[in-house]
T-cell receptor, first 113, second 116 residues
Framework: AQTVTQSQPEMSVQEAETVTLSCTYDTSESNYYLFWYKQPPSRQMILVIRQEAYKQQNATENRFSVNFQKAAKSFSLKISDSQLGDTAMYFCAFTLYGNKLVFGAGTILRVKS | DAGVIQSPRHEVTEMGQEVTLRCKPISGHDYLFWYRQTMMRGLELLIYFNNNVPIDDSGMPEDRFSAKMPNASFSTLKIQPSEPRDSAVYFC??????????????FGPGTRLLVL
């Protein structure tokens, strides 16, 4: 069975600073997708970034980037130039092709002014 | 293009009542997922469909829960009878399988259910 672990229940960062959220996963499969979703207080689940396991290049989306280490089964999210609007719960998630998402427990990120 | 649409956004009901949650996936998507989010269990899959056919319902907690997808643009999740422990946020998500799609699931706004 696939599992996703987020070891940081809560983190805080000053506005404009950089923060990294950790995620590890466990699977015996070689082809899969990894995601980071953001859930602000509105409860909406918003896709932040995705990574295909067969791609060695780390995904980037504006201020968001990942450090994907396939051998180590690690998938961390780096947020640069943090903004107050980044305050949210962040979920790391894993999926095989055409299958369910398996979520981590989430990390609450607070951006302070 | 409109995203995933869920209704109602909030539902308050009394124990024993029937509750029906509705979802309209993104047009053209062939996968539809129902998730439940609680403080105790986090986000967990209840059931998912591919081309309107249920593929995996192993997450459905018990017989009180049922889900249908009569066509490509509509799905329901029904709880009958409802219990206080069913209180949660229920999300519907959809995705499309194909080259470049990335298996990304797009979520609706959720239905916040409170069973008294």
């Amino acid at each position: 069975a696939q599992t996703v672990t987020q070891s940081q229940p809560e983190m805080s960062v000053q506005e404009a600073e950089t923060v990294t959220l950790s995620c590890t996963y466990d699977t015996s499969e070689s082809n899969y997708y990894l995601f980071w979703y953001k859930q602000p207080p509105s409860r909406q689940m918003i896709l932040v970034i995705r990574q295909e396991a067969y791609k060695q290049q780390n995904a980037t989306e504006n201020r968001f980037s990942v450090n994907f280490q396939k051998a180590a089964k690690s998938f961390s999210l780096k947020i640069s130039d943090s903004q107050l609007g980044d305050t949210a719960m962040y979920f790391c998630a894993f999926t095989l092709y055409g299958n369910k998402l398996v979520f981590g427990a989430g990390t609450i990120l607070r951006v302070k002014s | 293009d409109a995203g995933v649409i869920q209704s109602p956004r909030h539902e308050v009901t009394e124990m024993g009542q029937e509750v029906t949650l509705r979802c309209k996936p993104i047009s053209g998507h062939d996968y539809l997922f129902w998730y439940r989010q609680t403080m105790m269990r986090g986000l967990e899959l209840l059931i998912y469909f591919n081309n309107n056919v249920p593929i995996d319902d192993s997450g459905m907690p018990e017989d009180r829960f049922s889900a249908k997808m009569p066509n490509a643009s509509f799905s329901t999740l029904k709880i009958q009878p409802s219990e206080p422990r069913d209180s949660a946020v229920y999300f519907c998500a959809s995705s499309i399988k194909g080259e470049g799609a990335g298996e990304t699931q797009y979520f609706g706004p959720g239905t916040r259910l409170l069973v008294l």
